[in-house]
């Protein structure tokens, strides 16, 4: 078996590309669940919409890419705050499964709309304008959008870190997902932070969004197979750590570009291959603490 | 169980309804999906209803066993009833796989592990070949049940499908009530607590999932017996969607619920398009007519509703009316 390496290469940053997405959808996921002990099946959709919002301004108001690269991420978030506001809030008190059966709901309402009016085939959708082009580095041919969604999305990813980890901010949210009645007690106004969160949440899915529309085809459902796998991922990682969920991400993307040089085949299911692996060797995933 | 007096002449009406339906002008085909959708959900309604367990890859129950018993009937000939068998072993199986997997997990990510393993099923039906990808087994025969009985009739299928529902539900309706359903009954109520008491209730779980899983391939062969193919939309995951919205519409963790949210909803995917042009006929707003093509909207919408303010279900709240009514009476 001979394989080139140029495209080695281009299937592993295709993997680094899809494992920004993973991480980014994981990283909304754990922080949703951390604080609303919501598993927020709608951030495929959300992902979507932040896509199909960019596809909206661009072919109605020729709004440039850039611009919506700030502006599908708010206008989801703000769409977030009212869904959390309007509905999550009075299911907190339940079970667990409400929260993703309630989702669920809103996920087959947001892809139904959107179904209705674009049917379900791709939207076409051009690769912004400065980014077009490829980069011949000798070895690779580096086609620079792809380069970008991986910057893009670990400077992201990483703020995102920072700012839980090492602010103050993030000490309140991290101490709101230990005990957020203590914390309320302290005087820090715990519902707008949960409500707050869940915005914040479900903007990272659309920022996702808008990178990916360039790279992959944008249709009403685009995210539902990638929220599948995205779950395969959190239970792989764990909830229980940020870096944790970034790596693994980033991580399995890779593995799936190798998948689809050695054994295309298998490229689909891997990801689900190896999370029965981590469930029979380590069931807590690989960062997660058994509660 | 007080409500056996009232319960029991109501089940015998519904069969006595369903014996008759054909003659009386049901289209036997619809109700025979009918009949398979509702031992589907009350399968799975054992496990969500009962053992308190939220699995999201029931799908791959009813389309892997749906293949498999098609797979036997058409390629190898096998007779219907070793076409059925074959096709609960298959249920069994896969939920028993699943099953072991996904309780090392709990809670939400048991749901999770459940979806992402029957996402992988999915794609191998996708690309393996004996499924026949997107174009799926067409053509299954109905064949002669034991040999004898001539299944092309569609009345004949009619009995026999009713006959191997009743039986199905009488079955569950058994376990719910033996020592068995009361343990799980327990596990779902306070778990700390059963295993406290000793019992293993890792091993409770596992027999409840696979009792459910074999239950739902049962399912998945019967329809495609009936209806003659398999397709990639039975393994689809929006197939273990549409069972829990079965389940949560006609009432978690009542034994008819099921049967009522099953008929509601596919009644509804059935009729959605006529019920659109109705409404556009009212009310003269002509977006109804286009209703048919947004199923998703629809069931999204009634999953929403179901979650925020009905989340006893049709027969819960029926049964919710009837105790009020007799406690303020006695």
């Known amino acids: 078996m001979s394989i080139s390496m140029p495209a080695l290469l281009s299937q592993l940053l295709l993997g680094l590309v899809n494992g920004s997405f993973y991480a980014i959808l994981s990283l909304g996921l754990a922080v949703i669940f951390g604080l609303l002990n919501v598993i927020n099946f709608a951030h495929g959709a959300l992902f979507m919409f932040g896509a199909v919002l960019t596809w909206m301004a661009m072919n109605y108001f020729e709004v440039n ?24 809030r009075w299911i907190y008190k339940l079970d667990h499964l409400y929260g993703l059966l309630l989702t669920l709901g809103l996920t087959l309402l947001i892809e139904g709309v959107l179904r209705s009016i674009y049917g379900v085939s791709g939207l076409a959708y051009d690769t912004p304008e400065p980014l077009n082009s490829a980069t011949n580095l000798g070895f690779m041919v580096l086609p620079n959008y792809r380069a970008w969604v991986v910057v893009a999305s670990l400077v992201v990813c990483f703020a995102t870190w920072f700012l839980i980890e090492k602010t103050r901010i993030g000490a309140y949210l991290r ?59 959190v239970v792989i990682g764990g909830m229980g750590s940020i870096l944790g969920a970034i790596l693994t991400g980033l991580g399995l993307g890779v593995i799936e570009g190798f998948t689809k040089v050695f054994y295309p085949e298998a490229s689909s299911t891997v990801v689900f291959v190896i999370m029965v692996i981590v469930l029979l060797i380590r069931p807590a995933g690989l960062f997660g603490k058994e509660k | 169980m007080n409500n056996n007096r009232l319960a029991i002449p109501l089940y015998l009406l519904l069969l006595i309804a369903l014996v008759a339906a054909p003659f009386a002008g049901a289209y036997p085909v619809f109700v025979m999906k009918l009949l398979c959708f ?181 399912a998945g062969s019967l329809k495609t017996l009936v209806l003659g193919f398999a397709t990639l939309t039975d393994v689809h995951w929006s197939s273990s969607g549409s069972v829990i919205l079965m389940t949560l519409l006609g009432g978690l963790g009542t034994l008819s619920g099921p049967i009522v949210g099953a008929a509601i909803v596919v009644a509804l995917e059935n009729k959605i398009g006529e019920l659109g042009h109705l409404l556009a006929r ?19 919408l009634i999953f929403v509703i179901c979650v925020l303010a009905f989340r006893r279900g049709v027969m819960g709240e029926v049964i919710a009316f009837v105790d009020r009514r007799r406690t303020r009476r006695g």
């Open chain 2, 282 to 300: 009212i009310t003269t707003v002509d977006w109804f007519n286009t209703l048919g093509e947004s199923v998703t909207m629809v069931t999204g």
């Open chain 1, 65 to 88: 890419y850039w611009v919506m690269l700030v502006m599908a991420p708010l206008i989801v978030g703000v769409f977030g705050v009212l869904i959390e506001r309007l509905l999550l």
């Open chain 2, 38 to 218: 509702a031992l589907f959900a009350c399968a799975f309604n054992l496990l969500l209803g009962f053992t308190g367990l939220l699995s999201f890859g029931h799908a791959a129950f009813l389309g892997g066993s749906a293949y498999v018993a098609g797979h036997a009937m058409k390629i190898w000939g096998l007779t219907p009833e070793l076409g059925l068998l074959l096709g609960t072993a298959t249920g069994a199986l896969l939920g028993w796989l699943f099953g072991v997997l996904a309780i090392r997990r709990q809670g939400i990510y048991f749901a999770m592990i459940t979806l992402a393993l029957a996402q992988m099923v999915f794609f191998i039906a996708l690309q393996a070949k004996f499924t026949g990808g997107e174009d799926g087994l067409q053509a299954v025969p109905r064949g002669k049940l034991f040999g004898v009985v001539d299944l092309g009739n569609d009345l004949t299928m009619y009995y026999v499908t009713l006959a191997i529902v009743v039986a199905a539900f009488l079955l569950i309706m058994r376990t719910i009530h033996s020592p068995f359903g009361q343990v799980l009954k327990g596990i779902k109520e306070n778990e700390p607590r059963a295993l406290s008491l000793g019992y293993d209730v890792s091993r409770f779980k596992l027999l409840a999932f696979v009792i459910s899983a074999a239950l739902s391939g049962l």
């Open chain 1, 175 to 233: 101490a709101g997902t230990e005990n957020p009645r203590l914390v309320e007690a302290f005087g820090v106004n715990v519902p707008l932070m949960i409500t707050l969160t869940y915005g914040f949440g479900v903007a990272l899915a659309a920022f996702a969004g808008v990178l990916a529309a360039p790279v992959i085809q944008i249709s009403p459902l685009m995210g539902q197979n990638l929220i599948i796998v995205v779950f395969a991922v």
